[in-house]
């Protein structure tokens, strides 16, 4: 891997100044503020063409929104006719209001809300992802007072040979999604004897961070095999076998990846095999794709604000931002390229420790090469900011989220605009402003 493949397709440098979507960074500093997200819609729709292409034949992309999910993102989802993968309520509606309809929805989630399990009792998503045995229960019962048949999937919870940051690992002995192995087979069985719920097919997704297409293949196998002892409560053809999402995306030059037709050339050998050819039938992919769609898309921009000696040695820098915009070097210890902008034509050989401006601890980056003259005021770029930067932001601090800005050919449309103050205190009230209530 090198560099470029960190960044988004568009980024281009002049003068020492760098570009995306034919708009320079500095102009865009300038204009919306930092920190600002920074999305190339030019990146995105080669993404999305690029997994289309990838799967044409065996199945279809379903995009997990939480990764990251705007109106304008899912309009660009939904032009591909992309499903959405959603966890609630909030992301539902986005979807639905960029384009995707109801029928092309699936809902996930290990503890779903009444509000969620009346969204899939009343049509208004396409396929449920049962989680747990009183999960059926549940909705087969909003399903019957609704009146309507949900069709549904069941989740495994299978451990499968990934390495990986535990955090992310969603498959095993301490994971809280799916059904364990010896409680599938009972699942299954009271799906189908529910006379309100249609088993569609089965779900598993193993984690984040897969660099091994043939991790695919196993999981398929592993749902071919339940399908098979079970073929006869599955209501319908063909049988959905869905093997998540996970890919890895390049955060460091030297990352490794894995490319959507790789994951699709594994899929498509494992689907030949005897046991899904003559024991299943007909056989439809699900693969849901996030981070891989969207991270490498976006770069967060800061200004550097502080730079100053550290008591034990080195330097230090402090950014506009922190852990209230992209929160997963505190989460998971992750870490990031650091690109200054109008310095770019200078030795990055100068090492810096990076802070954020929250009350914290607030690391974003322990050790970064930087050019040695990095002043406060500069422009830096963090690329590979596309996922679960925004999806995770908060208000610590009391302080309003940045913008989201899709760039393309010259022109930048906000398309989530910076929080306001008045918009971050406007739920709150003073003991004056309320009324008590005995409840």
């Not at 390229?337 to 810096?352: I, S, T």
Request: aromatic content about 6%; glycine content about 8%.
């Amino acid at each position: 891997m090198a560099l470029r493949d960190v960044l988004p397709l568009t980024w281009t440098l002049r003068n020492d100044r760098a570009s995306i979507g034919g708009v320079r960074l500095r102009a865009i500093a300038e204009h919306f503020g930092t920190p600002a997200y920074v999305f190339d819609m030019a990146h995105l729709e080669a993404r999305l063409d690029e997994f289309t292409s990838a799967f044409n034949g065996i199945g279809v992309p379903v995009y997990a929104t939480k990764a990251f999910i705007c109106p304008a993102l899912a309009e660009m989802v939904s032009s591909r006719g992309w499903w959405a993968d959603v966890v609630s309520v909030g992301e539902t509606a986005i979807a639905r209001r960029g384009g995707i309809p109801a029928s092309r929805i699936l809902l996930h989630g290990n503890l779903k809300s009444e509000a969620e399990i009346d969204l899939a009792a009343s049509g208004q998503v396409g396929i449920t992802v049962i989680d747990s045995l009183d999960e059926i229960d549940r909705l087969g019962l909003a399903a019957r007072t609704a009146g309507r048949t949900v069709d549904v999937m069941i989740r495994l919870n299978e451990a499968v040979d990934l390495v990986t940051n535990r955090k992310v690992l969603t498959t095993g002995d301490y994971a809280k999604f799916g059904l364990s192995p010896d409680a599938t087979d009972q699942a299954i069985a009271r799906v189908a004897a529910t006379e309100t719920l249609r088993l569609r097919g089965l779900h598993l997704h193993a984690g984040s961070h897969i660099t091994d297409p043939e991790l695919y293949a196993r999981i398929l196998d592993r749902l071919a095999a339940v399908v098979a002892r079970n073929r006869l409560a599955f209501a319908t053809t063909p049988v959905i076998l869905d093997v998540g999402g996970g890919m890895a995306s390049p955060y460091l030059r030297a990352d490794p990846t894995i490319s959507p037709a790789e994951v699709a050339a594994a899929l498509r050998r494992a689907l030949g095999s005897p046991e899904i050819v003559e024991r299943i039938g007909p056989v439809e992919v699900m693969v849901e794709p996030g981070r891989a769609l969207v991270a490498n898309a976006a770069v967060l921009l800061y200004t550097v604000g502080v730079r100053k000696p550290l008591p034990g040695g080195g330097e230090m820098l402090a950014l506009d931002g922190g852990l209230t915009d992209n929160p997963r070097p505190a989460l998971y210890d992750s870490r990031y390229e650091l690109l200054a902008d109008g310095r770019l034509d200078q030795p990055a050989d100068h090492p810096f420790r990076v802070f954020g401006r929250m009350c914290e601890t607030d690391v974003m980056l322990e050790e970064v090469l930087l050019p040695a003259t990095m002043a406060p005021g500069d422009l830096v770029a963090m690329p590979a900011a596309g996922a679960y930067t925004f999806a995770m932001s908060s208000r610590y601090n009391v302080l309003p989220r940045p913008p989201v800005l899709f760039v393309k050919d010259g022109e930048v449309r906000e398309v989530v605009r910076r929080e306001t103050l008045e918009e971050v205190l406007a739920g709150q009230r003073t003991l004056n402003e309320t009324e008590p209530l005995v409840v």
